[in-house]
């Protein structure tokens, strides 16, 4: 593999890991939504419902057959809170937007399907997808991760290097 290849690869990793932050956010935000919406539902059953709206947000299938049955039998109540994501997180929407669009593109790098089309039209129909937000660059997406990923406690935050500190001035 070539030193460029190589780049490119490592790229793609690191923007796949800061799509898999924001999932892993909405999923948190969910499993909590899901518990007052829910009560009567028992947490596994919770926690298998969030997973399924993320992966269903972002076209992506759990090929666990239990995983799968669960889907296909609350498809209506999956379908029923997805639609409700513009409402209940409108806070999630940029790094949804920013996530997805990200997913998106590394899909399209790696010649993967394009299936991932349908998930952006579908999340615009939604009203998730901030259509008129620019796709932002690697930098300034991996920038926004780490903002959120710091506040809800999934990246630890960075002490600055003495090369940061010296570049500021300090």
């Known amino acids: 593999m070539n030193q460029k290849a190589g780049n490119q690869s490592s790229l793609i990793e690191n923007l796949r890991d800061g799509v898999d ?3 892993l956010i909405l999923f948190k935000r969910l499993k909590e939504h899901l518990k007052k ?6 947490e596994k059953n919770r926690k298998l419902l969030a997973a399924a709206i993320v992966n269903e947000l972002f ?16 498809i209506k109540l999956i379908e029923k809170e997805l639609s409700k994501i513009p409402k209940n997180f409108p ?18 790098a790696e010649g993967l399907p394009d299936y991932s089309a349908k998930v952006l039209a579908r999340a615009k129909d939604l ?11 690697p930098r300034g997406f991996m920038n926004l991760v780490y903002k959120i990923g710091t506040y809800y406690g999934i990246i630890k935050k960075q002490k600055a290097s003495a090369k940061d500190e010296t570049s500021k001035g300090i």
């Open 21 to 23: 932050v924001v999932r």
């Open 37 to 42: 919406e829910y009560p009567q539902k028992n």
């Open 59 to 74: 076209g992506t299938k759990n090929l666990e057959k239990n995983f799968c049955i669960f889907a296909k039998n609350n």
């Open 127 to 137: 009203g998730i997808l901030i259509e008129e937000r620019e796709v932002p660059l």
């Open 91 to 108: 806070d999630l929407l940029i790094p949804l937007t920013d996530a997805l669009r990200m997913h998106f593109l590394c899909n399209y």
